[in-house]
Every structure is written in structure tokens, then in C-alpha cells.
């Protein structure tokens, strides 16, 4: 049996410095970026998805996720330097699954390996970097937008009292406090008769994957996460919202219930003060990068660094690739 094409990954917690380290590594290996980060996919949305500032220049890409002219004109978006793709791809008006996402990483990752990188898998969504690393299956009904209508008029209870009747299993894995993932485990649901997390089923691996996780101390992460809230507004967050808003982007679309932007939102709506929406920002900012770790520490794969540390993780690298 042949081996398996073998690719990096920088995984943590958001404002660990991921992509810093990223980056560094990509110059040394040469290699290419492939994001895994729910947020970061949208475009319209750079500040509060920490977004890596880069621009669209000519370049090599998939035929099938050219962007620009009707797919004719070639681009890529580039950080400093170095191509990121899955970054910057998406109009917030617009549903991307789980599965789109699987489709298109694997589309890049092969992509990047045919032309003799090394990708560099880069991000903090869990489910994003599972679907990679163990070739997860999922579920590829498309939403349904009358049924999520319907969904998304009612509150959260109501939706996980229907989840907990419907697909118990589901109800207890997923973010129940994430009207988003409750409202597509109902639809899978309903449209298969089978529990969401029941399909979730691992095929053969497709590559061979060196996970790389960044940690660093609870209380300077957190004040890492306060000061990364706070430069947010200074940037200009709110504007950006607003913009958002004025372009007619619903609150109810899920690129809009994202931490940032929701509690920004809370302010826009005369819901609570501007002071009230920032700290409960820097909160809920906090819990999710708690929340990202428990998921990643369940991992016993992932080889831990410690910030900063980069040379740790060009030995890792290094050692991976002989």
C-alpha cells in the first residue's frame, strides 16, 4: 500500500497565534494555507472574523474555485506573502455546509500536493480540521429553505425541546446553544430519518496528518481574547456591521450569528448599551476559545507547543516529513 500524501496542521484556540506560526512554516516548508475557520470564509466580514489581511492577486487555482470574471480570471488570496485558500470565499448571503466545506479543503489539499507543496491545514473549527484528518462522511442534503424558515421562527427552546424528541443523540453532542447547528441536525433529520450525528461516519484516511496545537496559560489567553475584542471595535467593528445591515444581510443567516457580530447586533438593536454588547463580546469570546480547547485536548494526536514557540514546531515538521 502506498503512503499517504502527508499535510500539517495548526490548530487552537482563537488569538493563539495561529496564524503567525502558520505562515513561518509555510516559508520554511514551502508550503500553502488552507483555512479551517467557519468565520473566515465569508466574505464582507474582516474584522470580526480576525480575518489574516491579505488582497485577491493572479494565480494558480482549481478551475473548479477560480473566482472573479465568471471563473475565467485565476486568483488567490495571499497573506504575506503566501497563498490561503478557503479564505474569503463565501457571500454572507449564502448557506455553506460542512460539506461544502469537506469538498472544496479536499479539492485544494490534493491540489496543492500535485503541484509539489506541502499544505498547511490552518484553523479553529474542530469539525473543519475532524472532516479533514479522519475523512469524515457527512451528510450532503442541501438546506431546505421553507423547513428552515419555520425553524427560524422559533426560539431556541422550542427548537431544542424538538431536537431532544426527535434525535436524542444529536442533542447531546452538538452546541445547544447554537440555534445554527440545532437547526441543521433537525433538518437532516426530518429529510433522512436517520440522527445527524449517526451519519457521521469515518472513511479511510486521505492523508497523512501531523496536528500541531498552539497552548498557552488560561489567563493570558483570555487577555489575549480582551485585547483582540477590544483592537475589533477600534478597527471598526460596528461599521462594519452596519454595513452589513445595510446590505440587507439578515440577522438570521448563520455568517450573522457569529461571536462579534451577534452581540454587536444586541447594540444596533437598542438591545443593550455599547458597553454591555463589548463586554458580553470579550464573554462569550472567552467561553469559545475555552470550548475549542476541550475539543481539541480529546485529541491525543495533536503534539502541543507552546506559543511563540516556532522551533518546537519546525522540528515537529521536520521529523513529519523525512
Known amino acids: 500500500m502506498s503512503e499517504l500524501p502527508k499535510i500539517i496542521v495548526i490548530l487552537g484556540p482563537t488569538a493563539s497565534g495561529k496564524t503567525d506560526l502558520s505562515i513561518a512554516l509555510a516559508k520554511k516548508f514551502n508550503g500553502e494555507i488552507v483555512s479551517a475557520d467557519s468565520r473566515q470564509v465569508y466574505k464582507k466580514m474582516e474584522i470580526g472574523t480576525a480575518k489574516p489581511r491579505g488582497m485577491w492577486k493572479p494565480a494558480f487555482a482549481p478551475s473548479k474555485f477560480r473566482r472573479g470574471n465568471g ?86 427552546t422550542e427548537l431544542v425541546s424538538m431536537l431532544k424528541q426527535v434525535d436524542p443523540k444529536s442533542a447531546a453532542r452538538i452546541d445547544l446553544k447554537n440555534p445554527r447547528r440545532i437547526i441543521r441536525a433537525l433538518e437532516v433529520y426530518i429529510n433522512t430519518g436517520k440522527s445527524f450525528f449517526s451519519q457521521r461516519t469515518k472513511s479511510s484516511p486521505l492523508f497523512d496528518a501531523l496536528q500541531i496545537g498552539i497552548k498557552l496559560p488560561r489567563e493570558e489567553l483570555y487577555n489575549r481574547v480582551n485585547q483582540r475584542c477590544e483592537a475589533q471595535i477600534t478597527a471598526g467593528l460596528i461599521a462594519e456591521v452596519e454595513s452589513l445591515v445595510k446590505q440587507k444581510y439578515s440577522w438570521e443567516l448563520p455568517s450573522m450569528s457569529g461571536i462579534g457580530y451577534r452581540q454587536i447586533s444586541y447594540y444596533l438593536r437598542q438591545e443593550m448599551s455599547l458597553g454591555q454588547a463589548i463586554e458580553l463580546f470579550k464573554r462569550d469570546t472567552r467561553r469559545y476559545a475555552k470550548k475549542q480547547m476541550t475539543w481539541f485536548k480529546r485529541d491525543k494526536r495533536i503534539k502541543w507547543v507552546e506559543k511563540g514557540d516556532s522551533r518546537k514546531a519546525e522540528e515537529l515538521v521536520s521529523e513529519f516529513l523525512l
Open 71 to 156: 471563473g475565467k480570471e485565476k486568483e488567490i488570496y495571499m497573506v504575506d506573502g503566501m497563498p490561503h485558500h478557503m479564505t474569503d470565499i463565501v457571500d454572507p448571503g449564502k448557506i455553506f455546509t460542512l460539506a461544502d466545506y469537506k469538498e472544496q479543503a479536499v479539492a485544494h489539499i490534493k491540489d496543492i500536493i500535485k503541484r509539489g507543496k506541502l499544505p498547511i491545514i490552518v484553523g479553529g473549527t474542530g469539525l473543519y480540521i475532524w472532516a479533514i484528518v479522519d475523512n469524515l462522511d457527512i451528510p450532503k442534503m442541501s438546506p431546505k429553505k421553507k423547513m428552515r424558515e419555520s425553524f427560524e421562527n422559533k426560539n431556541i
